[in-house]
Structure formats: structure tokens, C-alpha cells
């Protein structure tokens, strides 16, 4: 069982930066595919980003292309989103995700098997 803490959610202004960070515990992370999620308010949870265990590939939704980057310290047992560029319309609550063990990174995508509790994101205009 893993379990996931997401933290650095905020108010930021359109165009500014923000970090967030997912903190696991309970598994060997280093062989869990990660993934970062967000659900804005009356939309359905969307997919942002996901890295491989070993961290060599990631993967991103076309919007997030060249703004966010997903990151992993395996050594921290953390997983952390770069988001730059920040817009209004990236309002929501993110979530960190974890595929299955040794799962592939379409696996953290597609079937995500373990969820924190979120992070709010708030990007003023």
C-alpha cells in the first residue's frame, strides 16, 4: 500500500511559477510509475504529467507541453511538478498518482492505482 502527500499548492498570479511536491510512503517507489492529475472545478479529472519509475521517460498532455515539467528524486521518495507560465485556466485541485508496481507509464495514465488527497492551485489573473 502506498501512500501519497501532495503539498505547495497556492495563490499565484497569471504568469508565475509554482512547485508541487508528492512525498510516498509505504512502497518501493522507486518502482512505481508517477503521475500528476488535476481536477478544475466542474470538470472531470484530467491527466498532466507521468514519469517511469526509473525516471529516464516522461510524458505530458498536450496542454502542459513546454510549461510543466515532472520530476523524481528517488532517493526522497518523491515526485514533484514544475509549473511555469501559469495561467488561470490551470485552476484546480492536483493530485499525485501512482500506477502499479513496475507498471508502465501508460499505466499511471490510464489506471492509476493509488491517489493522494490533493492540492489546490489557485492562478489569479
Known amino acids: 500500500q502506498v501512500q501519497l502527500a501532495e503539498s505547495g499548492g497556492g495563490l499565484v498570479q497569471a504568469g508565475g511559477s509554482l512547485r508541487l511536491s508528492c512525498a510516498a510512503s509505504?512502497?518501493?517507489?522507486?518502482?512505481?510509475?508517477m503521475g500528476w492529475f488535476r481536477q478544475a472545478p466542474g470538470k472531470e479529472r484530467e491527466f498532466v504529467a507521468g514519469?517511469?519509475?526509473?525516471?529516464?521517460?516522461?510524458y505530458y498532455a498536450d496542454s502542459m507541453k513546454g510549461r510543466f515539467t515532472i520530476s523524481r528524486d528517488n532517493a526522497k521518495n518523491s515526485v514533484y511538478l514544475q509549473m511555469n507560465g501559469l495561467k488561470p485556466e490551470d485552476t484546480a485541485v492536483y493530485y499525485c498518482?501512482?500506477?502499479?508496481?513496475?507498471?508502465?507509464?501508460?499505466?499511471?495514465?490510464?489506471?492509476?492505482?493509488?491517489w493522494g488527497k490533493g492540492t489546490l492551485v489557485t492562478v489569479s489573473s
Open positions: 509505504g512502497g518501493t517507489f522507486s518502482r512505481y510509475p
Open positions: 514519469i517511469t519509475w526509473g525516471g529516464g521517460v516522461t
Open positions: 498518482a501512482a500506477g502499479a508496481y513496475m507498471g508502465g507509464i501508460s499505466n499511471v495514465r490510464d489506471a492509476p492505482v493509488y
